[in-house]
């Protein structure tokens, strides 16, 4: 077994074997309730009838709003080391925003649609 101390954090994380492999995904479906968001994780491939849901998160509004953030901050930090991410058919990207500060706040409806939803 693996353990992440996180000591800035104030916890420390385990993450088993299991886990640790992970789970391949290229597609998300994301939907709400009043007091839930609903993300489910898919996997499409070639000559299968269907997507297979490999993993369903569910979570609070707040913490789905915590997620986007930490997704915003490290895709922007991914593209400062690697280059622009480039999604086809989408038009060209204006100039790079500014990173967000922390306990800043950004408009989630700017970062465009997510796997056929938008968030706006």
Do not use: C, W
Not at 10 to 30: C, D, H, M, P, Q
Not at 103 to 114: E, R
């Amino acid at each position: 077994m693996n353990q992440n101390n996180n000591k800035d954090k104030g916890f420390s994380l385990e993450l088993n074997a299991e886990v640790a492999r992970g789970t391949y995904s290229n597609l998300a479906v994301i939907s709400h309730s009043q007091s839930e968001f609903i993300v489910d994780f898919a996997t499409m491939l070639p000559g299968m009838p269907k997507p297979d849901i490999t993993n369903r998160i569910v979570m609070t509004p707040e913490n789905a709003v915590r997620l986007a953030m930490a997704l915003h901050d490290n895709i922007m930090k991914y593209q400062r080391e690697f280059g622009e991410i480039k999604l086809p058919g989408q038009p060209e990207a204006p100039q790079q925003q500014e990173e967000p500060q922390s306990g800043d706040t950004f408009d989630l409806s700017k970062m465009g649609p997510f796997g056929g939803n938008n968030l706006s």
